[in-house]
């Protein structure tokens, strides 16, 4: 026991009461019966201490001193002979404090500083969003220039500036907003089209694209961009975007040449890819929503592709093969109630098959199909229709019932222009006067779903 220099006789005879043991390690007489424990343990612990000489501090290896008998007790045990191995004396504990102290300074300085850095990259990040979307806005079309014909984005042109007509003031959506069919039914054919449209500078980023789609360079002021969630608009006047459509339409019904061919073959599969798509998503819904199965297994996903491919191919119409759907799912349903061991899975996986077999006999006896409108709730890709009356018109200028009926063109579907240039019919009617002209019809199209 260790007393403060300079205490009176009374604390120094007080504090050997309290710290005196025996020699069995216990202390000699109980805190209770020297006198009031709160007074007598304040008043050693202010004018006392105690060096335990068998339990040593874990840094510096002295013996450790206490303040008071808990302390003594906590550290050497009951006995007060138990070797340390956790705790420092207080000179090694006010060390470490002290180290803690700087420790927790330096960590909240870091974390000041880091705050600091993310809100400056936050406010530089904001600064090259903001610029990025001014460019886009600044962007007139002056230097547009479309697509080669063999791009999908060559006549997906007119089913945007078609959208667009019907959505003044508002984004074209993107792709996200228009899942999971999309533009065409075909993500990668989509992702390529808005790619040659934007570097072609026929359309550009909306401000109301969100703003992780764009991806900011760390080295300079470069901004890049993913396809999938932007939403565009459409660059130029109303005149400007309707002549670019006139000229695609105009090229896809007259354009001369194997590439103008190309073109048209490539809108023909297009469409007939997406026929196929808007079938395959009407099923999957229609089992899905109406009847609580699962859609058409992957497994079976390819064949219902040829089975629908084998209704087009027939010379069934769109409204008819949206018509053997909705029979195929019903009977695929009524044969699972029937047939109370087979789920739910096993009805979907059936009705590819009973979609197959209501075609093919259709086409042998001759049935009379009806033609079913797609129902209000059926998401379809949205550049269906439009896609669609050009194939039309585009195949009508080519159709030989048609050419044989035109009092304007010869067998072979040309007509004079002048006297010395042949241009190819487009079989306009006989009302129409003056020189023919192509337009985009875009007023039969109904007015696309609002995003």
């Not at 042109?157 to 228009?178: E, G």
């Not at 047939?339 to 979907?348: C, I, Q, R, T």
């Not at 996986?349 to 033609?371: D, F, N, Q």
Request: with cysteine.
């Amino acid at each position: 026991m260790v007393l403060t220099a300079g205490q009176p006789q009374e604390v120094q005879d007080l504090a050997l009461l309290y710290w005196e043991f025996t020699e069995a390690g216990k202390w000699a007489r109980t805190v209770e019966s020297i006198g009031d424990p709160q007074w007598v343990v304040a008043t050693v612990t202010s004018a006392s201490h105690a060096t335990l000489l068998n339990s040593l501090c874990t840094q510096c290896e002295e013996p450790i001193r206490v303040p008071n008998r808990s302390w003594a007790a906590r550290v050497a045990g009951s006995r007060l002979d138990r070797p340390n191995s956790t705790y420092t004396c207080p000179d090694c504990s006010a060390v470490r404090e002290q180290e803690q102290q700087q420790e927790r300074k330096r960590r909240a300085e870091a974390a000041r500083a880091e705050q600091e850095r993310q809100r400056e990259q936050a406010e530089e990040r904001a600064r090259k969003i903001s610029k990025a979307f001014d460019d886009e806005e600044v962007k007139d079309g002056t230097d547009r220039a479309l697509p080669p014909p063999s791009s999908p984005g060559f006549a997906l042109y007119i089913a945007l500036a078609n959208h667009a007509a019907y959505r003044p003031n508002k984004p074209l959506p993107s792709m996200d907003d228009l899942r999971p069919l999309g533009w065409t039914g075909d993500a990668d054919s989509d992702v390529t089209a808005l790619r040659d449209l934007y570097h072609g500078g026929l359309i550009a980023l909306s401000r109301k694209s969100p703003e992780d789609c764009l991806e900011i360079s760390d080295e300079d002021d470069s901004v890049s961009f993913f396809v999938s969630p932007a939403r565009w608009r459409l660059t130029g006047e109303a005149a400007t975007r309707a002549s670019t459509v006139r000229e695609i339409t105009q090229y896809l019904m007259t354009g001369g040449g194997q590439a103008a061919h190309e073109a048209r073959r490539i809108l023909a599969d297009r469409i007939e890819h997406m026929e196929i798509i808007d079938v395959m998503a009407y099923l999957d819904e229609l089992l899905e929503d109406r009847y609580g199965y699962p859609a058409v297994p992957e497994t079976r996903r390819q064949e219902l592709a040829e089975n629908i491919a084998l209704g087009f191919i027939s010379g069934y119409t769109p409204g008819q093969m949206i018509c053997f759907a909705w029979r195929a799912a019903d009977t695929a349903a009524g044969w699972k109630e029937r047939n109370a061991l087979m789920g739910p899975p096993e009805a979907s996986s059936a009705a590819v098959t009973i979609l197959r077999g209501k075609i093919e006999k259709a086409v042998e006896v001759r049935h009379a199909i009806p033609e079913y409108d797609s129902p209000r709730w059926h998401q379809q890709p949205v550049a269906l229709l439009t896609l669609r009356k050009l194939n039309a018109d585009v195949k009508r200028v080519f159709d030989r019932s048609v050419i044989d009926a035109c009092p304007d063109c010869d067998h072979q579907g040309w007509r004079d222009a002048d006297a010395e240039t042949l241009t190819r019919c487009v079989h306009l009617p006989a009302s129409t006067s003056g020189e023919p002209t192509v337009t985009s019809d875009v007023d039969d199209t109904p007015v696309p779903p609002d995003f």
